[in-house]
Structures are given as C-alpha cells and as structure tokens.
Nanobody, 122 residues
Framework: QVQLVESGGGLVQHGGSLRLSCAAS????????MGWYRQAPGKERELVAT???????NYADSVKGRFTISRDNAKNTLYLQMDSLKPEDTAVYYC????????????????WGQGTQVTVSS
C-alpha cells in the first residue's frame, strides 16, 4: 500500500518560515518524481514545486527564491522549506508522487497525501 503523510504545517507570521515534510511508504518505485501542491479556499489547486529522484527541481513563479524543495531518498521523505512567507501563501499543502513527471505536473497521479494547513498572518 502506498502512503504519503505530510507534517509541519501551522500558523506563522508574515515573513516567517516553515518546513513541511512528506514521508513516503509502500512501493517506492512510484517516487521518481515528487511535488508539492497547495489549495487556498475558493481557489484551484496550484503546483508549487517538483523534484526528480536526481534532484532536478522546478518552482512556480510565485514561490521562486522563497521556497526550496528537497528530498532524502534514503528516508523516502520530501521537504519544502518555505521562507519569507506571505499571507497569500495560506493554503492546504499536499505532496504528490509518481514515476512519471507528467502525472505529478498535471496533478493526475493517484498518490497524494492528506494535506497540511499553512496559515500566514499579516
């Protein structure tokens, strides 16, 4: 059984930092590509960042220079370091994974975590 479990969300002030984690278990052959999505109330789900098993990364323009995605393959764990947080970063953050880049990028992978709430106060 494949599982992704996020942690690390919370309430932080404008300009603060948080680090999200996503622990993966099960068939780790699915974890070639991993990514973070977020969804704010009343808005569509947004791709935040992706990372391959070789460490190649991509970021949404809205978070470039502020967020850093990384992974520890030995621990099957994905991270998202979020710095200089803004109120508009408030959302539920989800991790996703698959063996294909396109299913993570287009959000069609069946492998998702349950989400962790990030709230940034102004």
């Amino acid at each position: 059984q494949v599982q992704l479990v996020e942690s690390g969300g919370g309430l932080v002030q404008h300009g603060g930092s948080l680090r999200l984690s996503c622990a993966a278990s099960g068939d780790t052959s699915c974890w070639s590509v991993m990514g973070w999505y977020r969804q704010a109330p009343g808005k569509e789900r947004e791709l935040v960042a992706t990372i391959t098993d070789r460490g190649s990364t991509n970021y949404a323009d809205s978070v470039k220079g502020r967020f850093t995605i990384s992974r520890d393959n030995a621990k099957n764990t994905l991270y998202l370091q979020m710095d200089s947080l803004k109120p508009e970063d408030t959302a539920v953050y989800y991790c996703a994974a698959d063996h294909q880049t396109r299913t993570v990028v287009f959000g069609t992978t069946p492998y998702w975590g349950q989400g962790t709430q990030v709230t940034v106060s102004s």
